[in-house]
């Protein structure tokens, strides 16, 4: 079985779409363990199994992101960036091409880590030691966060310079070591020398503290979008699944927030694995538990104050790791993957590749327009939070970046702000916010204005 698994691995080309059927579960290998992709993967359960989805779409849909036809190419840099991501450890022309990348900068470290992949696990275990990367990083980088903000467009990319999968691995860390030295490197490209994985759902569980205790030195890289945005494109993605049949493709039946004494699962009450909910989309709740601003009295008065994990209840995880940290809208610009380079000592990141990830299955007749005048109430009813994030990134959260001698790095924090600034306000121009915070509907304004489709 675990040989056929393997084979089955090495067509990296095939797009599988395992629709939550355990008779079509890929296999990997780790170690003397053979670990399938399970349907029933939960937050606070990552144990000895592993779930592979398509961006955004959670540990309860599993789907591998290698389909040519979500691939929108774009003009490609100088650099022939196919034979980077293509070219294995034969081939010369990759290696040449890799090493312009890599430029004059000192990377012995990272060639030499190989070596030294023993050292980091306790003895006689495959768990990792407690800070076993104190020598340099052994994951450079994780795309932790967060679902629906442009995560596999960033994850592509990266595959330029480290050997990935192409979907988000959402397993133990100690896991993700194994696969990013002893599996992908044979798949993906032995002549690359920098690591990394892709779990979007990171940010809002405990596998940020899983991070921190054992490799404090990997980046952990994270996207925002408008929240309504957000979860307009999640929402959707899930109708396109027929996911939303469990909630009666009404998303009224998650505007509830979780409550004491209630099981909660990636911020929202569980409903039959489905995880996608209005408090997910405060973005600024999972981010100060980061712990990289100071949580001050008047900090926790703009951080959902009013829930069970917010205000004055939030916990800061003390977080060692550091951070980027970008908008998805800048994921078009330069500055951005030039800020990447530099903060990964490379010449350049090639990024010509966009992926959207719209689900494996079309059901647009469940598609909704979140700028319908039936959606007028859930805006509502999110609109306080998002406010509440651009309120929070610019006077606590980008203040941090600016300063040269913290751990989170934003690529231009001046951009950021007017950004973020954008959240203040519904994208549908129906609403418009009273001094005590609520939105309600502007009647003066007849004509809906269109929220754009990512």
Same mark, same amino acid.
């Given at each position: 079985?675990?040989?056929?698994?393997?084979?089955?691995?090495?067509?990296?080309?095939?797009?599988?779409?395992?629709?939550? #059927? /355990?008779?079509?579960?890929?296999?990997?290998?780790?170690?003397?363990?053979?670990?399938?992709?399970? =349907?029933? !993967? %939960?937050? &606070?359960?990552?144990?000895?199994?592993?779930?592979?989805?398509?961006?955004?779409?959670?540990?309860?849909?599993?789907?591998?992101?290698?389909?040519?036809?979500?691939?929108?190419?774009?003009?490609?840099?100088?650099?022939?960036?196919?034979?980077?991501?293509?070219?294995?450890?034969?081939?010369?022309?990759?290696?040449?091409?890799?090493?312009?990348?890599?430029?004059?900068?000192?990377?012995?470290?990272?060639?030499?880590?190989?070596?030294?992949?023993?050292?980091?696990?306790?003895?006689?275990?495959?768990?990792?030691?407690?800070?076993?990367? #104190? /020598?340099?990083?052994?994951?450079?980088?994780?795309?932790?966060?967060?679902?629906?903000?442009?995560? =596999?467009? !960033? %994850?592509? &990319?990266?595959?330029?310079?480290?050997?990935?999968?192409?979907?988000?691995?959402?397993?133990?860390?100690?896991?993700?070591?194994?696969?990013?030295?002893?599996?992908?490197?044979?798949?993906?490209?032995?002549?690359?020398?920098?690591?990394?994985?892709?779990?979007?759902?990171?940010?809002?569980?405990?596998?940020?503290?899983?991070?921190?205790?054992?490799?404090?030195?990997?980046?952990?890289?994270?996207?925002?979008?408008?929240?309504?945005?957000?979860?307009?494109?999640?929402?959707?993605?899930?109708?396109?699944?027929?996911?939303?049949?469990?909630?009666?493709?009404?998303?009224?039946?998650?505007?509830?927030?979780?409550?004491?004494?209630?099981?909660?699962?990636?911020?929202?009450?569980?409903?039959?694995?489905?995880?996608?909910?209005?408090?997910?989309?405060?973005?600024?709740?999972?981010?100060?538990?980061?712990?990289?601003?100071?949580?001050?009295?008047?900090?926790?008065?703009?951080?959902?104050?009013?829930?069970?994990?917010?205000?004055?209840?939030?916990?800061?995880?003390?977080?060692?790791?550091?951070?980027?940290?970008?908008?998805?809208?800048?994921?078009?610009?330069?500055?951005?993957?030039?800020?990447?380079?530099?903060?990964?000592?490379?010449?350049?990141?090639?990024?010509?590749?966009?992926?959207?990830?719209?689900?494996?299955?079309?059901?647009?007749?469940?598609?909704?327009?979140?700028?319908?005048?039936?959606?007028?109430?859930?805006?509502?009813?999110?609109?306080?939070?998002?406010?509440?994030?651009?309120?929070?990134?610019?006077?606590?959260?980008?203040?941090?970046?600016?300063?040269?001698?913290?751990?989170?790095?934003?690529?231009?924090?001046?951009?950021?702000?007017?950004?973020?600034?954008?959240?203040?306000?519904?994208?549908?121009?129906?609403?418009?916010?009273?001094?005590?915070?609520?939105?309600?509907?502007?009647?003066?304004?007849?004509?809906?204005?269109?929220?754009?489709?990512?």
């Amino acid at each position: 079985i675990i040989l056929v698994g393997l084979v089955f691995l090495s067509l990296s080309n095939i797009y599988i779409s395992l629709n939550g #059927s /355990e008779n079509n579960a890929e296999l990997y290998t780790h170690q003397d363990n053979v670990i399938s992709l399970d =349907t029933d !993967v %939960d937050d &606070n359960l990552f144990t000895t199994r592993e779930s592979v989805t398509r961006e955004g779409s959670e540990v309860v849909q599993h789907h591998i992101v290698s389909d040519p036809g979500n691939l929108q190419q774009h003009d490609a840099p100088p650099i022939n960036s196919t034979q980077i991501i293509n070219g294995n450890a034969t081939d010369n022309a990759a290696h040449n091409m890799y090493s312009q990348l890599l430029g004059s900068f000192n990377h012995k470290h990272k060639e030499s880590r190989n070596a030294t992949y023993a050292s980091w696990f306790k003895n006689g275990t495959d768990k990792l030691k407690h800070n076993a990367d #104190s /020598e340099g990083p052994i994951l450079d980088f994780v795309i932790a966060g967060f679902a629906k903000c442009g995560t =596999t467009t !960033v %994850d592509a &990319n990266l595959g330029y310079l480290a050997p990935m999968l192409g979907g988000d691995i959402c397993a133990p860390i100690s896991q993700i070591v194994y696969y990013a030295y002893k599996h992908w490197p044979d798949l993906y490209g032995k002549h690359k020398i920098f690591r990394g994985s892709k779990c979007p759902q990171y940010i809002e569980t405990s596998s940020m503290k899983e991070l921190s205790n054992y490799l404090p030195r990997t980046t952990i890289i994270i996207g925002i979008r408008h929240p309504v945005l957000w979860f307009q494109s999640f929402w959707n993605m899930q109708a396109s699944r027929g996911k939303t049949n469990v909630v009666k493709n009404d998303p009224y039946m998650v505007t509830f927030p979780c409550v004491s004494g209630k099981p909660c699962s990636l911020m929202c009450p569980r409903i039959r694995k489905f995880h996608v909910c209005l408090h997910r989309g405060r973005f600024h709740v999972a981010l100060a538990a980061l712990g990289k601003t100071a949580l001050s009295d008047e900090e926790r008065k703009i951080l959902a104050p009013n829930d069970i994990d917010g205000g004055k209840n939030l916990i800061s995880n003390n977080i060692r790791n550091p951070i980027f940290l970008y908008e998805q809208m800048e994921l078009s610009e330069d500055y951005v993957w030039d800020e990447m380079a530099e903060h990964f000592n490379v010449t350049t990141i090639p990024h010509d590749k966009y992926v959207s990830s719209h689900g494996g299955r079309s059901n647009n007749n469940l598609s909704i327009d979140f700028c319908e005048e039936r959606m007028d109430d859930f805006r509502a009813m999110m609109m306080p939070y998002a406010y509440e994030l651009s309120i929070w990134m610019q006077d606590y959260f980008i203040p941090v970046a600016k300063d040269e001698s913290s751990s989170v790095t934003v690529p231009n924090p001046d951009k950021l702000i007017a950004l973020v600034e954008k959240y203040k306000k519904d994208p549908c121009g129906r609403l418009y916010r009273l001094k005590n915070g609520t939105y309600v509907l502007n009647t003066n304004i007849t004509p809906i204005i269109e929220v754009a489709r990512r």
